[in-house]
């Protein structure tokens, strides 16, 4: 009697005895593009892991299903991986970015021809045009890596392409010259925030990225609430993110991580200043007209007038403050353990026992808050 994994459904279901009791078996039958039909069954040890299982095997049912009528062409398999592969695996924005760029440069020339029939010469080509019609550099090159994946997962997983196919996209591809990095001493960095230029707004904003080593997504979405005065410490559990269609949204920090960061004395002052009648929900660097972060454009533009009244290097950058602050931990602080300052720049561990056995200590943090203060005053 035919089963539903003959039927095309597949199965995902408990094993209830034997050596296998608690574990979920996985039934399919697969349709190769030939025609042969493939019996597949695998145990995973849980209900959701099965289920991913069989949901890429009915993927690839799709796409073979597609390629038995005609040939697929790379402007389908492109569109295909978009709505069906890289939606659960990519930011929304990162995913629109990429297929934006693609449907601008790469669907007039690639849409309409077969996988199969994609020439490296004329891929040689279509870079070189690009080029000439002066398109910028980082543009070509993140357009290549939304190409090169593309191809890369015909040949596998999903073997559209014969799996000994090499990829015709993955054609050398000059780089742009690195922006270099600026990182202020502790001495510059002091003489930039006594600038009398400086009114307490901005002075208090330079010196959170300076100080305390915060993102501008975690600067933007700052609230008096979070600064535990008292504890000299600064509970990072919000940024500000820009959604699929560019909006800004506030969530949480870079990789979901909440963590604590250090409030040194130098900062405590700054910031003392400015956060005077503020509500717990009130943010530090609101709009002009309601209690909601300003727009990123406009933050850049405070920043662009703190670098001229602060006399920073033309070209530095918010980032560069956070840059500078972990240099100097790490360099001028020796104190100060990896995993402190891992912790209060919420950096990833490197192994399995700072991820699992390690947690934020108050003397350590103590060790770092003198510190920064040594530096600085």
Not at 20 to 49: C, D, M, N
Not at 164 to 189: G, K, Q, Y
Request: hydrophobic share 40%; proline share 6%.
């Amino acid at each position: 009697m035919p089963t539903r994994a003959d039927h095309g459904e597949g199965s995902c279901r408990p094993i209830n005895t034997g050596k296998l009791a608690g574990k979920w078996r996985v039934q399919y039958v697969l349709a190769e593009t030939t025609g042969v039909k493939k019996r597949i069954s695998r145990v995973f040890p849980t209900q959701r892991e099965g289920k991913d299982f069989l949901r890429s095997l009915k993927r690839s049912d799709e796409v073979a299903a597609i390629h038995k009528v005609q040939a697929m062409t790379f402007g389908e398999w492109f569109m295909w991986l978009s709505e069906n592969d890289w939606r659960d695996s990519l930011d929304p924005k990162t995913l629109r970015d990429r297929v934006s760029r693609y449907k601008k440069y790469a669907a007039p020339r690639w849409a309409g021809v077969p996988l199969t029939k994609i020439d490296p010469m004329d891929v040689r080509a279509f870079y070189q045009k690009l080029k000439d019609d002066g398109v910028g550099e980082h543009t070509r090159i993140a357009l290549k890596a939304g190409l090169v994946r593309a191809f890369n997962q015909a040949i596998t997983p999903y073997r559209r392409v014969p799996h000994f196919w090499s990829n015709p996209f993955c054609l050398d591809m000059p780089t742009p010259a690195r922006r270099e990095a600026v990182a202020l001493s502790p001495e510059e960095a002091r003489k930039a925030l006594a600038s009398k230029k400086l009114d307490d707004s901005r002075r208090a904003m330079l010196g959170v990225f300076l100080l305390a080593g915060l993102r501008l997504g975690e600067q933007m979405a700052l609230t008096r609430g979070q600064l535990r005065m008292d504890e000299g410490l600064i509970l990072v559990d919000r940024a500000v993110k820009l959604d699929a269609k560019s909006s800004q949204t506030v969530a949480l920090p870079k990789g979901d991580k909440v963590r604590m960061a250090v409030m040194c004395d130098t900062l405590k002052r700054l910031l003392e200043l400015v956060i005077v009648g503020l509500k717990e929900d009130d943010l530090i660097w609101p709009q002009a007209s309601e209690n909601k972060p300003r727009m990123k454009a406009l933050v850049y533009a405070t920043w662009r007038r703190i670098r001229k009244e602060a006399a920073l290097p033309e070209d530095m950058s918010p980032h560069d403050c956070r840059l500078t602050h972990i240099n100097w931990i790490e360099k001028l602080c020796p104190e100060v353990s990896p995993t402190t300052l891992k912790e209060h720049v919420g950096h990833s561990a490197d192994g399995v026992t700072e991820v699992n056995y390690t947690r934020p200590l108050t003397p350590a943090q103590v060790i770092l808050r003198v510190a920064l203060d040594a530096l600085i005053t």
